[in-house]
């Protein structure tokens, strides 16, 4: 039967790394069976060895490299579907772009899937079943993942290691090494059963030592994370703030009418008491098509319902009238919604926000998914809101999934703040991926991250990347919390550690690859 399969180019190449890719889905959030990763990439590994032993033979009539590049190809063709097929959702906002929705669902992964194929076509002419092709086999693995979270505007969703978010003990690796480190030793870790099947001696004893690792990892998350309530119980300086989730449907105000209405709404879910220091946080997306010179036109309202002692941070467009230029911004203002504080979003959506290629783009007929404006602006600059104690680094949706825009904070940052607007996702598996970002945040800049969404999932979420209060998605309502303010003055060396990593892995390859 074994045989059988191995003979048959079809299941090879195209039929069991497209169900693995599929399959991985299930390592990440809402899932968590973090387990079939130490299935998936074994049996990809050695699909690879395999066509490499038979390549003199049985595909001889087929390309050698193409073979390698398909392996690759179909298993991201899989892995992108099942993971980022919730991106057709936000097509179903307008009916003009549902004729796109199988393209969506076709076409990005079709894009995608080509960063999986590289890496089976670079890794796969040297894969046997020896240690240095393990190691060469995760160096090009993950520099293909870092590739695909830096290039062009990059697209870091879903790697490998955010496979274990739900355990807080491992990840807190995260802080002192970065996330592509974590990411590339994550790979190992999942890769390492392939040595099972090595042709060694030492074959047990080199397995054994990966499992060591591991545990290492979790006895030094155990430590810190005890270690940190120690420290965290001694803080005295808090702030006392607010989340709310209005649970908004997605739609486009059109009218001053709907502006005060959703105004009274949101006062409502906040429910302000006035002679308490309370920083509001409401989520991106609630004020959508509408520009903050619009909403001024209601200050009495929020004059009258908040008093001095209240922060108000929330999301909204901005228009430079020099520039004649909009931004998707986060405001922090007052009760008399005097501006306090403006950041203008740097990493914007590809067709969500902004049209690449704008011109080739228009003579194709596209546009963005969001109405009013054309494309937003890219913001200049990343400066934190410092008040008083308070030192606050803003992220607005979808640069939550970016470790760079937290690595190269300022070291006082005591405080993360994400809005978002998680309509976009629908009634799938996209929010809870898109939280799972917010808790590597967190842990890598030990620092609480508050974060306000739309139809996500808002929540506290502590330094060691422990949700404290949730609220889930599709859930109306606020939660709570003294948010202690921790002075971070640990920065990790995310991609500098990284690169040493793979320098690591080249090394190994190079000095044992004519010697096993």
Known sequence: ?????????????????????????????????????????????????????????????????????????FFGIGFFLSGTYWISY???????????????????????GIFFGFA???????????????????LIFSTIDYLRGNI?????????????????????????????AFNSIS?????????????????????????????????????????????????????????ISPNFDMRYINSDEEIKDTIEKIVR?????????????????????????????FSNIFSKSFSKKHLLIFGINTESKSSNEFYNSLIASNNNLEVLYKYDKKKLVPFGEFIPFNDLSEKLGLKKVTQGYGSFSKGNKQENFILDDLNILPLICYEIIFPNLTQFSDKKTNMIVNISEDAWFGNSIGPHQHFTKAIFRATE??????????KGISAFINNNGKTIKRLEPNETGNIELDVPLINNNIKNKNDLIFFILLFTY?????????KN
């Open 1 to 73: 039967m074994l045989n059988q399969i191995l003979n048959n180019r079809t299941i090879l190449v195209f039929i069991i790394p497209f169900f693995l890719g599929l399959l991985s889905v299930l390592s990440f959030q809402p899932f968590n069976i973090t387990l079939i990763n130490f299935l998936i990439f074994p049996i990809f590994f050695l699909i690879l060895s395999n066509i490499n032993r038979r390549s003199k033979n049985k595909y001889r009539k087929k390309p050698y490299l193409k073979n390698l590049f398909l392996v690759g190809y």
């Open 90 to 112: 936000s097509l179903t906002f307008d009916e003009n772009l549902e004729i796109l929705i199988p393209f969506s669902i076709i076409l990005i992964p079709l894009s995608l």
């Open 120 to 138: 089976s076509l670079f890794s796969g002419p040297f894969i046997k079943k020896n240690y240095s092709s393990f190691f060469l086999f995760c």
């Open 152 to 180: 062009l505007s990059g697209f870091p969703w879903n790697l490998w290691s955010y496979s274990w978010s739900w355990l807080v003990e491992i990840i807190q690796v995260l802080n002192p090494i970065g996330l592509y």
């Open 187 to 243: 790979i190992a870790f999942f890769c390492s059963p392939a040595i099972l099947f090595f042709n060694n001696k030492y074959k047990y004893f080199v397995f054994s030592i990966f499992l060591l690792i591991f545990f290492s990892f979790y006895i030094f998350g155990s430590y810190k994370i005890n270690a940190g309530q120690e420290i965290t119980r001694d803080i005295k300086k808090t702030v006392y703030v607010k989340v």
């Open 269 to 297: 879910y906040s429910d302000p008491e006035p002679n308490k220091e309370t920083i509001f946080i409401w989520p991106e997306g609630i004020f959508a098509g509408v520009y903050f010179e619009d909403l001024k036109k």
């Open 445 to 454: 800049n030990n620092t609480y991250l508050v974060r306000s969404a739309n």
């Open 506 to 514: 080249l090394s190994i390859f190079l000095i044992f690859k004519n």
